[in-house]
């Protein structure tokens, strides 16, 4: 991040008053703490001294998360959005998931769909699906985000214009380490998945994951085959070819995202491969 960007975000302001309603007129990433810990006293205002504080701490380090993304993603955040009622609440839902859930409500994640909620590129039904997913996630496992992030990953994103085959293994090495932990989880996990709106298990689709990405987001390599398109994957990319080995083991062509599932895929990916432009996709 630049100086400028730096200083851009310092040089915020806010006015938070505590009555019936919360107001922002714009907002400083050092007071965002300062807005979660608010709803939290508004929102579970007869806790017992223990849960209390343990409440308070779970809030601290959502909002540590969400301050550091705020700061990471502030040239292309519009701090103005921050007065928008729909905004606001969506940032109560996930400091209440926080508040009782800690960790387990996957505060990086909400973090960054956060971020983008409030990001320069904006439509309606994009600003629907963010809002809707920030609820969905602390119904969800860290590996069952891995799942998600994995079939996205494979299903929808490609890298264009490489040069060989074996330009995909660095990529393939970073999404292991964001996919490896949703790895052959159990039926009912994954039916899970599917309950909370992320995605539907489509069981009568089926194919081979090399022919897709051969006559697809591949084609322009230029194999004259499947069978040669894993040769070389498996040769000069290996942890790619791992993961296509997985994908088709599960037979997750079967797994497909809802708009839902998408943004809670982009998001934990985007905390590994960098800034993604969800418009791409949810539109």
């Known amino acids: 991040m630049s100086d400028k960007q730096d200083q851009k975000v310092a040089e915020g302001s806010t006015a938070v008053q505590a009555g019936r309603d919360v107001h922002i007129h ?9 807005l979660c810990a608010l709803f939290l006293r508004n929102n579970f205002p007869q806790l017992r ?5 343990t409440a308070e701490e ?3 380090e ?18 103005d959005k921050f007065r928008d009622p729909d905004v606001q609440a969506t940032i109560n839902d996930a400091v209440q998931a926080s508040a009782r859930k800690g ?34 996630v602390p119904k969800l496992t860290s590996p069952q985000i891995a799942l998600l992030s994995f079939v996205h990953f494979v299903r929808s994103m490609a890298i264009q214009n490489l040069q060989n085959v074996g330009a995909l293994e660095p990529l393939g090495q970073t999404a292991l380490r964001f996919s490896s932990a949703g790895f ?40 004259p085959n499947a069978a040669a398109f894993k040769a070389a994957v498996e040769t000069q990319a290996p942890s790619f070819g791992k993961l296509l080995n997985q994908f088709d083991k599960e037979r997750l062509l079967s797994f497909s995202l809802t708009s839902v599932g998408q943004a809670i ?14 418009s791409i996709w949810l539109k």
């Open 26 to 34: 714009g907002l400083s990433v050092s007071e965002v703490r300062e």
């Open 49 to 53: 001294e223990e849960a209390r504080r």
């Open 58 to 60: 779970h809030v601290r």
């Open 62 to 79: 959502f909002a540590t998360n969400l301050e550091e993304r705020i700061v990471n993603d502030a040239a292309s955040i519009v701090f």
């Open 103 to 136: 960790t387990s409500a996957n505060p990086q994640v909400l973090s960054t769909l956060i971020a983008e909620r409030v990001g320069r590129t904006s439509t309606d039904f994009k600003d629907v699906v963010i809002s809707e997913a920030v609820k969905v």
């Open 184 to 223: 052959d989880l159990s039926e009912a996990q994954k039916n899970h998945i599917q309950y909370t709106g992320s995605c539907m298990i489509l069981s009568f689709l089926g194919g081979d994951i090399y022919d897709a990405l051969h006559t697809g987001a591949y084609a322009y390599f230029g194999l």
């Open 265 to 278: 895929a982009l998001a934990n990916i985007s905390n590994h491969l960098g800034k993604l432009d969800y």
